[in-house]
């Protein structure tokens, strides 16, 4: 048997149980059918339904709600090594069903089980960290004045919600909610209604982990209904959201009666920047990794090439090849690199640039095409020859879709660079150090990699500028959103205090 049948063959009883019950929403430590009864999630792979899931809406949002709120006050004070094992034992039940977690997650989106079998692995790894985090997470400062011991601790800000996209999910989804219950905060999630099945596992996981019924509750749905409620909802005091910036001002605007706090990690068009003095072997490897792993699906790709001049025509002549030789495929297929697509409504725009670009006068230099007709299948595109004001390199395409632009200068470089309304990564590639700190600290990004890929390390803030987000996340930075700083200060003697209306 291949791998491939292998796997295929493994799915099929990991979804046995989901196409007997479909996938409920989980409140309180219970299935419960949504209000709205039930939409279906498709496999981008063949268009097949996968299974009915519960139609979560605003009645559905309130009862998970409070269901949160009433678990806080236990969940908050429980003690903090208690939370700690807790969450530790959710990383261990991770890594016992990362399998189950990378197939289904697979089949739900698409992605290639090469890149996915260690996002749940990931995903513990982000359960763990937090966990470290969970003793001290609470402590503060002593600020001491002539009069006063000024003592500042943090306190969970309370129940919140986590609203989260569908590429890559689960690993997604831990990295919200794991530091929202380390920091002591209950948690509603409404995972993206394209991709519901890691967020069943997850809830299960960390059920069986110990996590007490209402700590984490999972409420499925679309974004107008389920995440508009849980944006709108009283009880709930914050929302972590993940997903587009459009989307991230909606998030802003629906929050804005109820003063919701809001942490928005939103769009990229990110650049990579190939100077002429660079190793251009390892830049060539890193601007494929960067654009066409994960489909291309990925909010920090590099999808904005930026070549300098005297070495683009080689480096876009062997960036063709290597292009031309990804291995598109089914995705349970272990040596495939790209698979379908997410969905109709995302293939749909995905190749609508393959037109728009030579509309604009660019050259598809790669791809541009469709392939079959069974499930969401593009090839990896490359478009060369392009402007930075041409659509292809101002909005975010979000496939497996690279834009070239040529550049003589440095300044020219980072005038085009910084030519966007977003601003979450960079990548620099040159062997030049005072160039990489002049260009690094003009360059407008949230996170920036000077010959590198991204490589995440989880005590880093990771976050982006302008359209791409407010707020960071990663290790402090991730409590600082999800707890309240608390100021006491105590006399440390009779100082003067103004009378009064006294005689
Ligand atoms: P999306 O904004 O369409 O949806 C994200 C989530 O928001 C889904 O769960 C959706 O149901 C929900 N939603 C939609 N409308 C809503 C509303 N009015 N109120 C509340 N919730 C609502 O994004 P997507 O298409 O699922 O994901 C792709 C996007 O996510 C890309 O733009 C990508 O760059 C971005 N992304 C950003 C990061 C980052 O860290 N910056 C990471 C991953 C993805």
Redesign the pocket.
Same mark, same amino acid.
Request: hydrophobic share 35%; with cysteine; aromatic share 10%.
């Given at each position: 048997m291949s791998k491939l049948d292998d796997n295929i063959a493994k799915l099929d009883g990991y979804l046995a149980r989901f196409r007997d019950t479909g996938i409920r929403n989980r409140i309180a430590g219970a299935d419960v059918a949504g209000a709205g009864g039930v939409f279906q999630t498709i496999s981008p792979v063949d268009k097949s339904v996968i299974c009915d899931v519960a139609l979560g809406t605003a009645p559905d949002i309130d009862v998970a709600a409070q269901a949160a709120n009433a678990a806080f006050p236990a969940w908050r004070d429980l003690p903090a090594p208690e939370r700690k094992r807790i969450l530790v034992r959710v990383a261990e039940g991770i890594e016992a069903r990362a399998e189950e977690i990378a197939l289904c997650e697979c089949w739900d989106t698409g992605q290639a089980f090469k890149f996915m079998s260690k996002a749940a692995l990931r995903g513990a790894e982000n359960f763990r960290y937090f966990a470290d985090q969970v003793v001290q997470a609470r402590d503060g400062q002593h600020l001491k004045s002539p009069t006063l011991m000024n003592v500042t601790s943090r306190v969970p800000i309370g129940p919140v919600g986590v609203? +989260?996209?569908?590429? +890559?999910p689960f690993m997604?989804s831990t990295?919200k909610i794991a530091p929202a219950l380390a920091a002591g905060c209950t948690v509603v999630h409404?995972? =993206?209604? =394209?991709?519901p099945l890691t967020a069943r596992l997850l809830v299960e996981i960390a059920e069986e982990a110990g996590l007490p019924p209402g700590v984490l509750n999972t409420v499925n749905?679309?974004?107008?209904g =389920?995440?508009? =409620?849980?944006?709108e909802h009283p009880k709930i005091r914050a929302?972590a959201?993940?997903?587009?910036?459009? +989307?991230?001002s909606?998030?802003t605007k629906?929050g804005a009666d109820t003063l919701k706090r809001n942490h928005?990690?939103?769009?990229?068009k990110n650049p990579v920047i190939v100077f002429e003095d660079a190793d251009l072997d390892r830049a060539l490897d890193a601007v494929i990794f960067m654009i066409y792993s994960i489909n291309g699906?990925?909010? +920090?790709?590099s999808s904005r090439l930026l070549v300098q001049e005297g070495v683009r025509e080689d480096f876009e002549a062997r960036l063709v090849e290597r292009v031309n030789n990804i291995r598109v495929g089914h995705p349970l297929d272990p040596a495939t690199e790209v698979g379908p697509l997410?969905s109709e409504e995302?293939f749909t725009k995905v190749t609508s640039y393959f037109d728009i670009a030579e509309q604009d006068g660019a050259t598809v230099a790669a791809g541009g095409e469709t392939i079959g007709s069974e499930g969401y299948f593009v090839r990896p595109t490359l478009f060369t020859g392009a402007r930075n004001d041409m659509r292809i390199a101002q909005e975010?395409i979000?496939g497996p879709v690279l834009t070239s632009i040529p550049f003589s200068t440095e300044d020219e470089a980072l005038h085009i660079a910084n030519d966007t309304p977003y601003g979450?990564t960079g990548y620099v590639w040159t062997n030049d150090l005072t160039r990489a700190l002049r260009f690094t600290d003009k360059l407008e990004a949230g996170m920036i990699w000077v010959n590198s890929e991204n490589v995440r390390h989880l005590p880093t803030p990771?976050?982006?500028v302008k359209a791409?987000?407010i707020g960071r996340?990663g290790g402090d930075w991730s409590f600082e959103f999800y707890m309240e700083q608390k100021h006491v200060g105590f006399a440390l003697g009779p100082h003067k205090i103004t009378k009064l209306g006294a005689l």
């Open positions: 609203i +989260t996209p569908w590429n +890559t997604l990295w409404k995972p =993206a209604e =394209a991709s749905g679309f974004g107008e =389920a995440g508009k =409620a849980l944006c929302i959201f993940v997903g587009e910036s459009k +989307t991230g909606l998030i629906q928005l990690e939103l769009g990229g699906e990925r909010c +920090t790709s997410i995302h975010e979000f979450l990771f976050g982006g791409s987000g996340d």
